[in-house]
């Protein structure tokens, strides 16, 4: 079965800092990779994904992601973090074929304190 | 914009009663989910479904059942609720390709006492 790593459960960074959050899968085939992010008291929404081609991927709000397949990881980075970037952030994977469901990490809390 | 509903933000029930949580997409997505969100233990999926009366298990579906009669309604249920299953529940829906994004409602966080 596949299964996400989100390495840090909570990371406090001070404005202008530069994130970069972990993110490892187990699954040997093919995958399609997602980031999501949940502002307090709003529904979980997109920031990005890959599916193929270029594996450094270009999301919302300056965030971006880079797939290195050999360490089965899926890192999302900024290069400087805004107050407003305070949420937390889950990783997700499913099988690139087949119509299966997503499988979640536990989700990295992301505090930006002025 | 695609808008998933989902019909309380908050419920408060008793252990033991029957529990309807109710979730409406308006974008003819051919897929719907219910997870839970748990603190430290991120989403964890419930049922699926990929069609009108067609339903899988997720990773934790004890205690759980639930209805899809309509493709834009997924009904989850709780048979006879538990304080363990206290937490949020997130509805999902997406289109039915391996790569579409899912599209999340706001949430009900569901108390039982």
């Known amino acids: 079965a596949q299964s996400v790593s989100q390495h840090n459960h909570h990371v406090i960074l001070s404005e202008a800092a530069s994130l970069e959050l972990g993110c490892n899968y187990s699954y040997g085939g093919t995958v399609n990779l997602f980031w999501y992010v949940q502002y307090p008291g709003q529904h979980l929404q997109l920031l990005l994904k890959?599916?193929?081609?270029?594996?450094l991927v270009k999301g919302i709000k300056g965030f971006e992601a880079e797939f290195i397949k050999s360490k089965f990881s899926f890192n999302l980075r900024k290069p400087s973090v805004q107050w407003s970037d305070t949420a937390e952030y889950f990783c997700?994977?499913?099988?690139?074929?087949?119509?299966?469901?997503?499988?979640f990490g536990k989700g990295t809390r992301l505090s930006v304190i002025a | 914009d695609v808008k998933v509903t989902q019909s309380s933000r908050y419920l408060v029930k008793r252990t033991g009663e029957k529990v309807f949580l109710e979730c409406v997409q308006d974008?003819?997505?051919?897929?719907m989910f219910w997870y839970r969100q748990d603190p430290g233990l991120g989403l964890r999926l419930i049922y699926f479904s990929y069609d009108v009366k067609m339903k899988e298990k997720g990773d934790i579906p004890e205690g759980y059942s639930v209805s899809r009669e309509k493709k834009e309604r997924f009904s989850l249920i709780l048979e006879s609720a538990s304080t363990n299953q206290t937490s949020m529940y997130l509805c999902?829906?997406?289109?039915?390709?391996?790569?579409?994004?899912?599209?999340f409602g706001n949430g009900t966080r569901l108390t039982v006492t």
């Open positions: 997700a994977v499913n099988a690139g074929s087949g119509n299966t469901p997503l499988v």
């Open positions: 974008m003819d997505h051919e897929n």
């Open positions: 999902a829906s997406s289109y039915g390709l391996y790569n579409s994004p899912l599209h």
């Open positions: 890959y599916f193929s081609g270029d594996p």
